[in-house]
């Protein structure tokens, strides 16, 4: 199935991912942690509207509250197989996805791609550098939103010392700081290093 989509699209695509996926546990949590590493749907669709002359947008994602952008494909998976065949592919240029599991799974077959960063994640503890493991991933991770960046919360059940539910008193501006502008911008260095990447193979 994955093969006969593939063979579909008659360009080359990016594939994304949204982070809306819940588990069990989230569900469990009194805040659901992963809501906080969601980027805006209307900055998402901005990215899509000015890319979509070069490249198909295809989603991948695993539950059934996902939301649909328009001018995308989407592919709901169970497991990762499929999303792996997705990455493997030739005609996939690259991800592009908050920090969820795509960007681990890209490293793993040295896919390139583009992280955001948010909800108190960092890529210096989960992130995976070009100059330590050759993975041409790039970060968007904005030091200047927050003081207190590398929270790491809020994270399951997790509660302050009256035993509410914690909520970050900045308004979550690690991720409503990232604009379109520096996605827009990362894409690019990102095709400008592929380009040369590709000239240098033929040229040997």
Same mark, same amino acid.
């Given at each position: 199935?994955?093969?006969?989509?593939?063979?579909? @699209?008659? &360009? !080359?695509? #990016?594939?994304?991912? $949204? =982070?809306?996926?819940?588990?069990?546990?989230?569900?469990?949590?009194?805040?659901?942690?992963?809501?906080?590493?969601?980027?805006?749907?209307?900055?998402?669709?901005?990215?899509?509207?000015?890319?979509?002359?070069?490249?198909?947008?295809?989603?991948?994602?695993?539950?059934?509250?996902?939301?649909?952008?328009?001018?995308?494909?989407?592919?709901?998976?169970?497991?990762?197989?499929?999303?792996?065949?997705?990455?493997?592919?030739?005609?996939?240029?690259?991800?592009?996805?908050?920090?969820?599991?795509?960007?681990?799974?890209?490293?793993? @077959?040295? &896919? !390139?791609? #583009?992280?955001?960063? $948010? =909800?108190?994640?960092?890529?210096?503890?989960?992130?995976?550098?070009?100059?330590?493991?050759?993975?041409?991933?790039?970060?968007?991770?904005?030091?200047?939103?927050?003081?207190?960046?590398?929270?790491?919360?809020?994270?399951?059940?997790?509660?302050?010392?009256?035993?509410?539910?914690?909520?970050?008193?900045?308004?979550?501006?690690?991720?409503?700081?990232?604009?379109?502008?520096?996605?827009?911008?990362?894409?690019?260095?990102?095709?400008?290093?592929?380009?040369?990447?590709?000239?240098?193979?033929?040229?040997?």
């Amino acid at each position: 199935q994955i093969s006969n989509f593939i063979d579909s @699209i008659n &360009k !080359p695509f #990016i594939l994304f991912h $949204m =982070g809306m996926d819940i588990n069990s546990s989230d569900m469990m949590s009194p805040l659901n942690y992963r809501s906080f590493k969601i980027w805006s749907i209307q900055r998402w669709q901005e990215i899509v509207d000015k890319l979509s002359d070069k490249y198909q947008f295809v989603q991948v994602y695993s539950n059934q509250f996902n939301p649909e952008l328009k001018n995308t494909l989407s592919v709901k998976v169970d497991n990762l197989n499929p999303v792996l065949q997705l990455l493997e592919h030739k005609k996939c240029k690259f991800f592009l996805s908050v920090d969820t599991y795509l960007p681990h799974l890209a490293a793993a @077959i040295k &896919k !390139p791609g #583009i992280v955001m960063w $948010m =909800g108190g994640g960092s890529p210096f503890i989960w992130g995976w550098k070009k100059e330590w493991h050759k993975i041409n991933h790039h970060h968007v991770f904005n030091l200047h939103s927050c003081e207190i960046m590398f929270c790491r919360r809020p994270g399951h059940f997790d509660t302050d010392n009256s035993g509410r539910s914690w909520i970050c008193d900045r308004d979550y501006n690690c991720g409503k700081s990232i604009t379109v502008g520096q996605i827009l911008n990362e894409v690019e260095k990102l095709e400008f290093e592929l380009e040369n990447s590709n000239n240098s193979q033929i040229s040997l």
